[in-house]
């Protein structure tokens, strides 16, 4: 019991690391910016094909950003900058194409089924699908023209 609480604390230092505020962003960042791996992993293995969900851009966009800060008021060091400086561009840029397409889903006139963008008949009750009828079901606005639509 000694030896593992010496293992812990040891000289100070919590399991061999001398904290301070900039350690706890680094290593939140690192913790952050690893658990993308199991968002990704699981949505993977739950649809059976590999897929990156948003929360994987999100994830490693935050870890990314607590890292860059870690690098720039921290380490100060060039390499580990330049490592984290422009990563946020592809993140930012892949959140913006995933927002785009949940938002060009189109919902179904007959059903309110949401379809795939691009769709020309609903894949539930097989009903046809004016795109300039329906549109931007992701942000609540085509189910409620669908059921104006109806009436
Ligand atoms: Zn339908």
């Known amino acids: 019991m000694d030896s593992l609480n010496n ?17 706890v962003v680094g290593w939140l960042g690192n913790a952050v ?3 993308r791996f199991f968002v990704q992993w699981y949505a ?8 990156v969900p948003t929360a994987f851009w999100w ?3 935050a870890g990314s950003l607590l890292l860059l800060s870690y690098a720039l008021f921290y380490q ?7 490592a984290y400086a422009f990563t946020w561009i592809p993140y930012i840029r892949n959140l ?6 949940a938002a060009a889903h189109l919902a179904c006139s007959q059903c309110a089924k ?3 963008p691009h769709s020309n008949y609903c894949f539930s009750c097989g009903a046809r699908i004016d795109a ?12 409620q023209r669908s059921s104006a639509a109806r009436s």
Do not use: M, N, Y
């Not at 100060?76 to 330049?82: E, H, M, N, T, W």
């Not at 913006?96 to 397409?101: D, L, N, S, T, Y």
């Open 76 to 82: 100060r060091d060039s390499v580990f900058i330049f």
């Open 96 to 101: 913006i194409i995933h927002r785009r397409h």
């Open 114 to 116: 949401v379809c795939p």
């Open 33 to 35: 910016f690893f658990s």
């Open 7 to 23: 293992l812990i604390w040891h000289d100070g230092k919590f399991l061999g690391v001398q904290w301070s505020v900039w350690k």
């Open 59 to 61: 994830l490693s966009l």
């Open 44 to 51: 993977t293995e739950k649809l059976k094909r590999v897929v």
């Open 132 to 143: 300039a009828l329906t549109a931007k079901t992701a942000l609540g606005i085509g189910a």
